[in-house]
C-alpha cells in the first residue's frame, strides 16, 4: 500500500504517520518525488482499509494498494516516478535513470592480469564509458575452465579504477565473499546465475553499495523484479536491472536472445533503472553494435558491453568480445541515436 | 555453388556457360550484381570440382561452395551483395532493401468493413506509410472467432487501394484461394503459422507476385530460411522476411518475444529484406513505439505496424493496434532515429 | 453449454428438444453415453439462461455451461464420458479409447518402394501393430531435400494394406491432396507443421475419415485442442490427438522434448483419445524403448512407432528409427507392462 | 582420459601407475569395477598419447579418451558401469543405482513443525519410503512468503529420523548453512536455482555427505552434468541427478515439463543415479500419480514425492502435494509397475 501525502505536507506530520504505522506492524518507508512525498508500506495490509487509513491527517491525498506481487520496486511505489540511482566513482557522481544520459560500462570479461585491465581502462574511459566491468570470480560452465584470479584480480580492478578514476563494477558469486567484493567495487554485480540465489540476495541487499541484477537465463519478468524485491526489502534501494540475453529454442547464431522489450515492460512496470548487455545477449562481438543502438532507441539507461585488447587470446568470452578501437567506433555510432533520443551527454569525458 | 565473372565478362560468355552448365544437370540462375555477374548453381554440386569448373572459361574470377543448407537466400549466392526488391504500386514502385528508405506498412489486422479500412488506409498512407495491411482471411485460434470476411474484403483492399494509391499486402492461408489473393495484393503474406506449410510455399513460388515470409512461433533462423529457400527454389526471388515475435517461456507482459537480433543475424546471412512487425512481436500497442524505434536503430529495412480507428472495438487484435493519431506521432519519432540512421525518405510521399 | 438428460428420456422428447433449440438459432449434437444421452449446444448461448433452459423439459437433469474455449472437445461435453473411436480397417474394426487395449501404429517415416514397405508391414503386424504408417507426402524442412513419392506411394500403401490387414495411417500437407488422401487412408494425419492451418483443418474436419492431430512444435495445449475444435466443429467428430515432442531450449541429445505430462493432463481435459509417437518425441531410435514403456504407463491409448528394414539406408528419419527385429523385442517390453496396467489385448493378432 | 586395467592386475601396479600419472601432473582416481578396475585420469591430457602411456604396464588393457566436456560423471569413466550410491540411514545403507530397487523419498515441501513433520515421517515410512524429504531452508520467489523454518526446522526433521528410521534429504542454500545442513541430512540437495551456484557446488563436493543435484529449470543436460562435474571434481563421487521438470512455454496446466526422456538419455551419458520429482516436474497432485508411474517404467532409480497431511494448509505447494491416503495407494500402483520392470524391492519395510 502507498499513502501519497498531499504537496506541502509538513515533515513532522509525514514522521507522525510513520511512527503510527509502525504501531499497525507495518514497515512503513519514506519516499520523496519531486513534487511529492509518499510513504510505501509493506507488510500484512490485507485488512487495512484504505479509506479509514486516509483519515488518519488530512495531509493525506490517497491512499493506493499495490496490486502487484512486487512491492517496494513497483512503479506506483513511487507513485510513478522514476529512480535515479546516484553511483559515487573516484571522478565523480555518476547517475543512472530514465531522465540521465545513458551510461556505457565497459571493459573484459575477466581480469586477467594488471596491464591488460589498466590498458583497457583507459581504452573505455577515453571512448566515454564511466565505469569498467571485469571478472575476478567467474561463473563457468566447467570446473576446468578458469574460475577467475579471484581477490587479487579485484587489487587489479582497484589498479585500474585508480588509474582512470571509473567506477568499477564486478561479480559476488558467493555470500562469503561479499565484503571483499563490496569494499572493491562501486557497484556490485549480482549475475544470471545467481538471480534466485536468495542468500546471496539477501546479504547484498543489507549492504550499502548499489547492486546490478542480472536477469536469469529462463527467469520471467516477474520473476526478476521479486528478485530485486528481495534486495530492496532487505534495505538497499539502489538496484540496477540488467538483461543479458534469455534462453530459447534457437542458439544456433545467436547465444541468447537478447530481449529487448524488457526495456518499454520494465517502464511501466518498475521504478528501477535499466541495462543492456548486448554482448552476453548475442555472445558474438559482430551483433553486438546492432543491438547496442537498438537498446538505446528502445529506451535503455545503460549499456554494458565487452571489451578486451586481444578477443582472440581472451580467457573467456572472447568471441563476443569487442576490440577497443571497434569500441571507440561503436561509441561514435552510439553517439548519434543518443544524441537522436536526447540521452547523450553533452560533452563526453576526457580521461 | 557460385561461379563469379570477372568484371566485363561478355553477356554471350555467360550464356553460353549457362548452357554448358545445364548440361551437367545443374539449374544455373544468373545473378547481375553491381559491379559482378554470379552464376548461381543449385543441384547436385557434391561431385563437381571446383577447380575444373573455373577452367571452363577465362572469364570466370572464382568458383566458392555455398556451405550453408540454403543456397538460394545466402548471402554467399548473390557474392556478399544484398537484394533490391521492387514492388509496384499504384503509386509507383516501392523498394525494400539494405539500402533503401525504410518502408512502412501499416492498417488494422482483419478488413471490417469498407469506411474502416478506406479512413485507415487515408491515415496511414497521410502519415507516411507505402503499403496497407489487412487480413481478410484471418488465422484464428478459436473456429468461433471471426474468420475474416474472406474474398469479399479483398474487393475492399482494393478500394482502398484506388483510393489511397498504397500497395496492399494480404495474407493467403489455402493454396485455393492462392489466385484471387495474389490478384489483389502487391505483396502476398504466408503467416507464421504456415511458415512450414511447404505445399503453400511451393506455390507461392511459383507466381509472380512478391510474398511476405512471416517466421514461424518457434522456427530457428534455418528452418525460416529454409522456408525462403523454398519459394525461391520454386522460382520466385522477391521474398522479404518478416520477424513478428517467437514463443518464449514468458508471455505475461507481452504475447511474444519480439527477437530484433535477428536483423544483424540475417544481414549476414541472406540478401533478402528484412521487416519487423512490433504489433504482434509484443501484442501490447504501449510496448509498438519502443520497438519499433529499436527496429530502426538496429537496421530494420521495413516495419509493419497495426493500425486501427477504433483498437476497443476491433474484431481482432486491438490491444495490439495503435490508432491513427498515435501511429502519426510514431511516425514523427521514427523519422528522427531513421534520419540519425539515414534510413528515411527525404520528403513522404503526398498521396 | 450442455443439457444432460434423466436416464431413460425418451428419443422423442430429445428429438423434440434438438428443434426447440435450433429454432434458438442453436446448434444442438446428440451425444449417447453409457447411461444417459446428452444435448451439447454450441452457438451464441452467452444470454442463455440455464434455469430457463432446464425448464423447457422434465426430463432435463441439468444444464451446464462449459467455460473452457473448448467446447465439443471438452470432457465436460461428454459428461465426462471419454470417447471410444471405432476405425475400419481390413482386418476389423479397431477402436481408440481410455477403456480400449493400447493400439499400435507402426512402420516407416515415409513409403520408399513397395517392398520395404510391404515388408515392414508384415513385420510389424506379425508383431502386434493394428495400423501401418508411411509418408506419402513429406514435410521436409530442405525443398532439396526427398519429399516423398506422392500419390504413387498411396498406391503402394493400398498394396501393404490388401497384403496385411493393416490399417493406414498417412499425412495430408495440402488441401488439393485431401481427396486422394483421404480415400488411401483409414486415418488421416495432419502433422505437427499443419496443426494450425486452419484451411486443412475446416477441410479434414468436413470429410468422413477419422483424423489424427499432431500437436505442433510449440502449441500449448489449449491451442492443440482448439485445432480439435476446429475438425469438429467442422463435423467430424474422430479425432485422435498425438504428442510428438515439443521444442524446447535442449536439442543436444534428444531433438525434441516428449511430453508426457500431456497424458493425464488431456485426459481430464478432454474426451478424445491419446496417441504418443516416442520415434519424433526423442528422435533417437535407443530412447524409443523407455518412452514407450512410460506412455503405457502414463496412460496413453496409442503408440505409434517408426520401423524401417534398414534404418541406415532410410530416406527420411533413419536415426529414430527402429529395425523390424528391435521392435519385436520392444512389443514384447510392451506387452509386459501394457499387462500389468490391464491395457494389453489378450491375445495378439496373427497375421 | 581413462585406463582401463586387465582383470587380475594386482593392487600393487595399479598404485604404482597412479604415483607415476601423479608425477606426470596428473590426478589419478582409482575405480574399482565389477570385474576390472580402472584409473581414471583427469588434467592437462591433450598432449598425451595413449599408445606411449599404454606402454607403461603390461597390465594396461587400454587406454581411452573422454571426448566429452564432462569427464568424471561420465559413463565412460566408469568404463560403462553405472554407480551404485550408498546412503547410510539410522535403518540401514539404502542403494541408489541401476542395479537396485527404486528409492522412494517423500515428504512436504516445508517442515511446518514437529508433529507434522513426525506424523508424515511415519505415514510415507508405512507406505515404503526410505528418506523423508522436508525444506528447512526454503527458495521461494517473493522475500513475503514464508522461508521455511531453518535451523529449528533441522531439529524436527532429526526428531522424524529418530522416530522413524527414515534417512533425511533436506536442501542447502547458502554455504554458510553447508556445516549445519550436511550435520542434520543423510543427502544434502541442491536446488534447481542453484543448480549453477558453483561456490555451493565445490562447497558440497568438499564434504562427504552424499548430494541430490536437481535440475535448473532451463539447464541443459550438459550443463547439469557440468554442475555434477563440479562436485566430483572437488572429491565427492556421490551424486543423484533430480529431474524435476524444465520451463517452456506452455505453463497453464502444468507448472514445469516433467522431462522423463532424460532417463535414457542420462544413462548412456553418466553412470551417476537418476531421481524423478513428478510433484515439482507438473506441479498438481492429480498429474503426480501418471508420472511416477511413467518414470519406473522409463526406468528411474528412485522418486521423490510431495506428501503433506493437510495439502489445502500447506504453507508451500500445497496444489501438488498428495495426502498420506493418496500416497498409500499410489505406493501400491507403482509396485505394480515396479514389479513388470523387476526394480521393486520384495518385501515393503515395515515402520
Redesign the interface.
Known sequence: MIVVMKIGAPEAEVSRLGAEFEELGLSPEKIVGKTKTVIGL?GDTVDLDALQLQEMSPWIEQVLRVEK?Y?RVSREYRHGEASEIAVSTPAGVVLFGEGCPIVTVAGPCSVENESMIVETAHRVKAAGAKFLRGGAFK??????AF?GHGESALGLLDAARQATGLGIITEV?????LDIVAAAADVVQVGA??M???????KVGAQDKPVLLKRG??A????WL?AA??IL??GNPNVILCERG?????????RN?????V???L???THLPIMIDPSH??GKA??V???A???????TDSLMIEVHPNPAKALSDGPQSLTPDRFDRLMQELS??G???DRWEAVPALA
Chains 1, 2, 3, 4 share one sequence.
Open positions: 509493506v506481487p512491492k561463473p563457468r560452465t566447467s570446473p576446468y574460475q558469486m558467493d555470500t562469503a565473499d546465475r545467481n534466485q540465489n536468495f542468500s546471496l540476495l539477501k537465463m529462463s520471467t519478468i516477474e520473476e521479486m524485491e528481495y526489502a532487505a534469455i534462453r530459447t529454442f534457437d542458439r544456433q547464431y545467436a536472445t537478447l530481449d529487448l522489450s526495456i518499454p515492460v517502464r511501466s512496470l545477449g548475442t559482430e551483433y553494435p546492432a543491438m543502438m537498438a537498446a538505446i532507441a528502445a529506451g548519434v541515436i544524441k537522436a533520443v
